[in-house]
Structure formats: C-alpha cells, structure tokens
C-alpha cells in the first residue's frame, strides 16, 4: 500500500497553479488540474471551487458536484484527483470538513473516483505556528512528530494568552490517567505528566484528547467495549427483526476468547464466544441449538456440521457399514450448514472424529441463520456512509496513524495493517451509502482511533482498541457485501504469485492451473485436501518427512491414519509444514522440496500424480528484504513437477493464526491446488474441490466478505506482523529466559523467523495462571502476548520422552513489556543472576523464597551500566516485583518490595505493569498506615484508572482517618475523595 501510495505521488503531473493556505483559515488559491487535462470544460468548476474554498457548505459543494457532472467522466476523474491533493493539503479539521461536504454531494464514478484519490495521497501533518526568524539551534522547537499538540484537530492561534492557572474544570488526574499517556520515554510518572498537561500553552489544544479520555475513563469493571457497542446500537437503531441483527449479536465474538477475566473495558465480549471454536462450540451455543431443535431441525443425538459432503470425508475414518447408516441433510436449501444423524447407534467419539475432520460449522454461518428469512432494514437517507468514510480518512487522527504506521515503535505494523484496511473500504463500491448500522459502526472506528494514536507510548492498550476495531470493519464489509467468489479467488490468485514469484510465470501462460477455495477452518483445509488425495490412490503409507517440525494439529487427524484405523493411505501422499506450531527444530524448504523430488524418481508410468498436502498457516517473512519466501522456495523447486502433470499440490491455511493480523477475527481456511492444466488425472482432485467449496456455500457470508476484505488490502502486513512478533519472541529467548537448546525438557529455543517459544519449568501450568498480566488463550497469533499450555512435544520421541510444555505466543509490545512479563520467571526458575551466565539449574518455583529473590535484586543492582541488563533495570526489577506477588506465601511478605518500587518514579516501566504492582500494593495495607508506605501509596494511586481506584478508595478512606497530616497523606486523601466523587458507569 505504501509504495502504491508513492508511485500515485510520483506519476502525478505539474501543475499549472501554486496552491497556498493563510494561517487566517482563506486559501487564496486557484483550483488547478494537470496541464493535460486543462481546458475550457473547467473554467466552471474552477469559480464554483473558489467560492466553496471561501466559503465550504452545502450550497457551494453542490455546485462543485454539478460541475463535476458536465464534464466528460475521463476530466471528472482526473478533477475529483486534484480536489483530493489540494485537500490533503489543508489543516486536519478544515480537511476532514470539507471532503466530508464534497463527498456527499457526489455519486456514482466521481464518488468512487474521490474516495480512491483521498485514499491514495498523502496528508499533510498538522501545522503549528513557526517563527518568522530563524532561531538559534539550541531554541528550534521540537519536531512535529514528538509535539504532543501536532496530532490533535486544532488551528494554531494568532496569539497565544498567558498560561491559566488552572484549566476551566480544572485538573482531573484521574481523566490523565485513564488514557495511559506518555512523554518521551517516561510511562510512571503520571504526577509529572499532569504537571506537562498544564503547560501546554494553548488549554483548547485538548479538546480532542479530553473526548477520548472521557470514552477510555467510562470503560471498566465487567462492562466491556463490545457489550456498550450492542446495547449502543439497540438504542439508536431497530434491527431486532431484520437480517442485520446477528451483525449486532456477533460485536466482540472471538475464535478464541482469552481465558482471564478481562478488567479492561477495552476488550472484546461477548457470550457465545469460545475459547476454541472448533473444540467446544457447542458448549457455548446451547441456546442457538435449543432454538433449532424447537424448530424441528435437530433430533435427540444430532449434530451440526459444515456442509453435506462430510459424509465423503467421514469414509476415512470409520466403516462403510457405519457411513451407510448416517444421514445428513442442509439447514437451508442444498448447501451449507447441515445436521448429521444417526450417530446415536455407534459407540464413536463423534465430536473427536468431527473436530479432526474439520467439520465444524462455520461461527458465521451460524449467526446469518439466525435472521434467515428477515427483511432488510429500511434505507436511512440521514445517513451518508461515504461522507463518513472522507471524513474518517481525512482526520487527524487517522494522518497521525499514517505517521506512526511509517515509524519504527513497536505500534508501527499494528497501525499499517489498520491503516490498509481502512483505506481499503474506498475499493470496490464502498460502504453502503445510506445504511444505519454501517454509519454507526464508521463512528465508533473513529473514537477507537483516537484510542490508538493516542498510546502509541502505550502499544498493549491501543492494540485492544485495534482489536475492536476489526469488528468496525466486519460490519461494514458484511452490510456492503461486495465481494464475491470471483474476489476471493483473484486475491488468493494474487497473494500467493507475489509470495512465490517463481511459479508466476507458469500460471500466467497457463502450463499451471491455480484454484483457491474457501474453507470453514485449517482442518477443514487439511483433511479436504487428504479426503481427496487418498480417493484415487490404493498404497498403504502416507509418508511424513517433516514429522518432526509438523504442524501441532495435523497429528490429531494422521496418527489414526499411520495405524490403519479404517483407511489405508498411499505412500505417493506426502503431508508437510511449512512452519510448525511447536518449534524445535527449523524447517527448511529445500529439504522438503529434495523429499518430494526423491519420491518422485520412483513414480512409473500410468501412476497417479504424487500429492504434496502442505500446511502453510505459519508463513515467515524473508530473512532479508527483498529475500525469497519459503513458499516461493518450495513451489520454484517444483514447479517443473506440476507442470509436467507428475505431482499435484495442495496448499492449506488457517485464517485464524496470522492471516487475521493478529485478532483471531477470522476462522475460515483455504485449500489451494496447483496442478498442470488440463491434466485428466487431476481433474477428478479438481472436480472433488470445487464441489466442496460449492457444498459449504461460503462465498455468500459475512466471513468472506472480512477474508476478502483483509486479505486483498493487508496481505503484506501479515508478514510484517509475523516478522516483528518474532523478534521479541528471539529477545525472549536470549535475553528474557534463556535456557540450554540441547535440553528439550526445558523447552525450545528460537527458531528463525518464528513468534512461538516451548517453555517446561516445574509446574508451569499453575504458574503461567498466576503470570495474570500475560493472556491466556487456545490457540495463537494474536497481537497482544499470551500462552497455553498442555502442548505435546518434541515430535519424533519416544512415548518415555514425551513431554508436556507451555507455548509463549508473542505479540508486538515493547521489549520493556517482554522483560515485565518473562524475566524474573526465566532466571529465577534456573536461578540465573542478572547479568550472569546461563545456569542449568531448575528451581520449583512454587516454593519461592523472598530471599532468593532479594538475591536476584542485589546481583541487578551490581549490573554495569551499558550492559542490556542495565538499560532495563527498571523493567527488571518489575519484573521481579510482579512475580513476587504472584508467587509469595504469604503474599504479604512481597509488601516491602512493592513499596520500594513505588517510592520513585520508575522510567520505563510499562504502565499496565505498574497498575498491575499498585493495585497488589494497594491491596495489601493493613488497617493502620504506616508513614513510610504513604508516599508510595500516593504514587500507587495516581497508576490506576478511576473505575479500578475507586472500589479501592472507599477501603482507603477508613485507614487514613488515623493518618497524620503530612503532604503525602494530604495528598492521598485528596486522590481518594475525588475517586469516590467520581461518576463511573
């Protein structure tokens, strides 16, 4: 998308006019097109500009639209193009206000053509007022890019007024703190950073900043984001009985909900979420199947799956005698979703075989069929979608997203992939002009914008916002529905020839066909794909060369096959990983081509063509840039064998790891073949995957609409994304828990390009679930840090030497985080010192002593300065602080350790790291205040957020009756009374 952008800046023409703007809000410039398309055809439209610059409403953008309409559609275009670079030119407020007037008196092209131009140039940052002589270079101000004011919606003032003493309403720390700010590199000090708030010299300059913190600071306690978005929406809009209500059910639905109890109002929620769809979606929707039994759709002992030709795909699992006496039948119509019955006569662990097959519903198909057979909602003609979206793109905030997406914070990637998949609603036809739901859901993007860009110091609380955010999108690609199957196909088409540039060639002359097909889930990919290849072949095998690196859940589904269990496979299959989810050892894709290469010296004449099933959920970004990819490796080695009609590939791929950029929005699949065009013995494989994408009918639900949406917009990210998610998990590994590579009882180290860590300390499940300031959930990707455990490993060991591990999944928070999170876990649990060598010891941790862990904090204390270990002494010695609380019996004994962290500021230290310390501290006074604890108690307390501090405050008032009066118990008191006064929601 960047260099899209780029090259649209560098091919632009001169033009005839110098465009200029007055500081006094009067642009005095004339509206100018390219040289080439000048003529006199816009000498109209240049006088009714003039008078919209001077005047920007409704009555002077109509006339632009009108004389954009006399004109030819080729001048239209290339005027609309020119209004959006003169635009990008404007202040942020001005800007947004005006593309907003000038897109909702357009339609048709030249609407279509100035949302694409609006998204295609760059904005010009907020300007701030500079001196009309040059300054010393000691006295140059700040850039604009490190000035707090530079991103915020405002016109500098002609003059600036004294600095008020107090703000209109005055201070409210507590309003400060809720948006997790930070200046420079100091995220603790949130005293100091009110006393900066009060020195910016223009007070107005906070207007947009005070909405977004009055929007995080009414977020808390149990009620999330998503649930105030449902009962939003059901309050401004009346849905309940069209066929966009499950739109609104679905806000914060998850393909895997964390497992902690999420205290942050900015958090995905919702009640039919799973923690796994695919293992325990019937669990969670109980009352959805209730429903349909009451209907009549599901007997005693019935089940949902994904589509009708399950059955096919069952023949490798169990008998023909027990497929006989099945019987499936679609919800709805012939395809889709459909009920399986007659498994009640079978002692079969059915749900088991199911999971493993990939037959699982899809979540989103499930939802559309809630509102089956509603109306649509009524057309809103006070809404206008696309003036919305110029808005929105124009803003401010969004121009500081650009900002940020192009720098180097650990936000950067997080705000390119938001950035492309906005901008990307300007394709195609764009949003529903005049939809309710669609308005609603572009207004809450843009508050969960101004979210992002303003913690950009604070990365773990924009990304929940980014989280939200996907849901935004969802709706309105769902309402919109311009994607097709044909869509899905070219971006997939698209994608992979980028990825592997080598095979491009081939299909572009057509040698190779390339089909892409839309699956329910990864496994539905997989066992599709294996369905197929066994169903013409007669061996007894089916070869794993890279068991030992194998995807973690495509055992499930083979070992029954390497048994025998009711299917004999062939030894002309070959099932592989491109990656694996368990990361001992490095893949490598000239080994895996040199497999396949090998197995096909030994094919005879008249032998089928041998079937490489490659899972590709995990692709890695190229070491270098410019550098081949691992697909692209593997497909350029073969490509020879596919075109000559010898070896068939089948791609498969989980939409819900990486490819969802990190929220687990999606869980959809895709299966991929490449085979040598119009070869007949692939044409039946063909045939059989095109049949099951026709028999699970997605192409038409909400979920292709988001797959397409992502994928065609985003796709590079989710490399990027994957790329610096790995390096903090390689800074983990060497820095944070280091441990002996030779020793696989301990765990994995990093393997290249791979955001995914085993760890087995002693009872590591219990104590990964104290590491609370750490997410919880089962499965991976996301873009905030989490774990899960009970993962078995190393592949290839014997049943002896099998172990159960924890896998650390990072995601894209600061390298102080990753030491807050893991550091004192990893030293103290082989009692490694700060600073020190590696120690193969092992400590049962769940036995902790606080000596050892003031031993730990004294050889950190001794750290030379320039040492990694000193540049994060603060974070270490957090780190060392959280798991004391977490690990220390009595806990109270972590008391003083908490209160020498807080009797300073602590730069550095992330600030959800230092709420997490405040409030165990806060927890743990006893009833009498001693004096030497107030003064970190008053620090405590300016951490937390106002809906977490005042059900503290109301304990804390009754112990500081008998305080004395000193400042800080002055101070506290005043923290405490404005807490309780405080309005939460």
Not at 287 to 298: A, S, T, Y
């Amino acid at each position: 998308m960047r260099n899209h952008r780029q090259g649209a800046r560098n091919s632009r023409r001169a033009t005839t006019a110098k465009k200029r703007f007055r500081a006094g809000g009067t642009d005095t410039s004339t509206f100018t097109l390219t040289k080439h398309d000048v003529s006199v055809a816009s000498e109209p439209l240049r006088k009714d500009w003039q008078a919209f610059a001077a005047k920007p409403d409704d009555a002077t953008a109509k006339a632009v639209a009108k004389a954009l309409e006399k004109m030819s559609p080729r001048l239209a275009l290339a005027s609309v193009q020119s209004i959006a670079e003169t635009l990008a030119d404007r202040p942020a407020l001005e800007r947004s206000a005006m593309s907003r007037l000038i897109a909702s008196r357009l339609d048709g092209d030249a609407l279509r053509g100035f949302l694409k131009a609006t998204a295609a140039v760059r904005l010009t940052r907020p300007a701030m007022e500079t001196p009309k002589t040059p300054q010393p270079p000691e006295e140059q101000p700040a850039p604009q890019h490190e000035n707090l004011l530079h991103g915020l919606d405002l016109l500098p003032p002609k003059t600036l007024g004294e600095l008020p003493v107090k703000t209109s309403h005055g201070r409210d720390r507590q309003q400060i703190e809720a948006l997790d700010l930070a200046s420079d590199k100091i995220t603790a000090d949130l005293a100091g950073f009110e006393q900066r708030i009060d020195e910016v010299r223009d007070i107005s300059a906070m207007g947009n900043l005070t909405e977004a913190l009055k929007l995080v600071n009414s977020l808390g306690g149990t009620t999330g984001y998503s649930d105030r978005r449902r009962a939003e929406i059901k309050k401004k809009l009346d849905l309940t009985d069209t066929t966009q209500a499950h739109l609104v059910e679905q806000i914060g639905f998850r393909a895997a909900k964390t497992q902690r109890t999420d205290k942050s109002g900015l958090s995905p929620q919702n009640q039919l979420a799973a923690s796994y769809w695919r293992t325990n979606f019937r669990d969670n929707l109980q009352g959805l199947l209730k429903d349909l039994q009451e209907k009549g759709k599901l007997g005693p002992g019935d089940l949902l799956v994904n589509s009708p030709r399950v059955l096919r795909k069952l023949e490798m699992m169990v008998g023909p005698d027990v497929v006989a006496g099945l019987k499936i039948e679609p919800l709805a119509g012939a395809s889709g979703i459909s009920v399986l019955s007659g498994t009640g006569k079978y002692a079969i662990d059915w749900n088991s075989i199911l999971q493993e097959l990939g037959a699982t519903p899809s979540a989103y198909q499930l939802y559309e069929l809630m509102d089956a057979g509603k109306e649509s909602p009524p057309t809103d003609f006070k809404v206008d979608t696309r003036a919305d979206l110029a808005e929105l793109i124009t803003s401010g905030p969004f121009s500081r997203l650009q900002e940020i997406a192009r720098g180097k914070s650990e936000l950067a990637p997080v705000c390119a992939m938001i950035e492309h998949l906005v901008l990307g609603l300007t394709d195609e036809l764009g949003p529903s002009r005049y939809d309710g739901l669609t308005a609603n859901a572009l207004n809450s993007l843009s508050r969960l914008l101004g979210i992002v860009v303003q913690n950009e110091r604070n990365p773990s609380v924009a990304m929940r916002a980014v989280d939200l955010m996907m849901d935004e999108i969802g709706i309105v690609v769902a309402v919109a529905k311009n994607y097709t199957r044909v869509d899905y196909q070219d971006t997939m088409r698209q994608v992979l020839l980028e990825r592997a540039p080598g095979i491009a060639p081939l299909v572009d002359r057509q040698e190779v066909q390339l089909d892409s097909h839309l699956m329910t889930s990864g496994m539905d990919a997989l066992g599709t794909a294996l369905s197929i290849a066994l169903s013409s072949r007669d061996h007894d095998q089916v070869t794993r060369s890279t068991k030992d690196i194998d995807y973690f859940e495509t055992d499930l589904l083979l070992t029954k096959l390497k048994k025998g269990e009711a299917v004999r496979p062939r030894n002309d299959v070959l099932v592989a990983a491109l990656n694996p989810s368990t990361p001992f050892d490095a893949p490598s894709a000239d080994k895996l081509v040199a497999d396949v290469r090998d197995a096909l010296k030994a094919r005879k004449k008249g032998d089928p063509p041998f079937a490489l099933i490659l899972d590709s959920t995990i692709e890695v970004a190229p070491k270098s840039p410019g550098g081949r990819t691992q697909l692209d490796v593997v497909l350029d080695g073969l490509k020879g064998a596919i075109a000559d009609g010898t070896l068939e590939v089948f791609l498969c791929k989980s939409f819900q790891k990486y490819a969802s950029f990190g929220t687990g929005k999606v869980a959809a699949g895709d299966l991929t073949m490449l085979s040598k065009r119009g070869n007949l013995d692939s044409a039946s494989a063909r045939a059989e995957t095109l049949l099951q994408d026709r028999a699970l009918d997605l192409a038409r639900s909400d979920e292709t609409q988001l797959v397409v949406h992502m994928f065609k917009h985003g796709h590079r990210d989710e490399l990027e994304l994957i790329r610096t998610a790995a390096d903090n998990a390689k800074f983990v590994d060497e820095f944070c828990w280091p441990i002996n590579g030779q020793d696989r009882t301990r765990g994995s180290t990093y393997v290249d390009g791979i955001p995914l860590l085993l760890r087995a300390p002693i009872k590591a499940d219990d104590l990964f679930k104290k590491l609370v300031t750490i997410d919880q959930r089962d499965s991976f990707s996301f873009l905030r840090t989490s774990y899960v455990g009970g993962i078995p490993g190393p592949y290839g060991a014997d049943k002896a030497e099998e172990r159960w591990y924890v896998r650390i999944n990072t995601g894209h928070e600061s390298k102080q985080a990753m030491v807050e999170n893991f550091y004192a876990f990893g030293h103290l649990e082989s009692d490694t010192l700060p600073g020190e060598k590696r120690s193969d010891g092992k400590v049962d941790l769940d036995q902790l002593d606080i000596k050892m862990v003031h031993k730990h904090l004294e050889a950190l204390a001794l750290a030379p300065d320039g040492t990694d270990t000193a540049q994060y002494r603060n974070s270490i010695r957090a780190s060392y602080c959280a798991f004391a609380a977490q690990n220390l019996r009595p806990k109270a004994s972590a008391l003083p350790l908490l209160r020498d962290f807080f009797a300073s500021p602590a730069p550095d230290v992330t600030i959800e790291t230092q709420r997490y310390l405040a409030g165990e501290l806060l927890s743990m006074t006893g009833t009498i205040l001693d004096a030497r604890l107030l003064p970190s108690l008053v620090r405590a307390a300016a951490v937390l957020p106002a809906w977490e501090f005042k059900a503290i405050a109301g304990k804390l008032k009754a112990k500081l009756a008998s305080a004395d009066k000193s400042p800080d118990a002055m101070r506290l008191r005043a923290i405490v009374d404005r807490a309780l006064q405080e309005p939460v929601s």
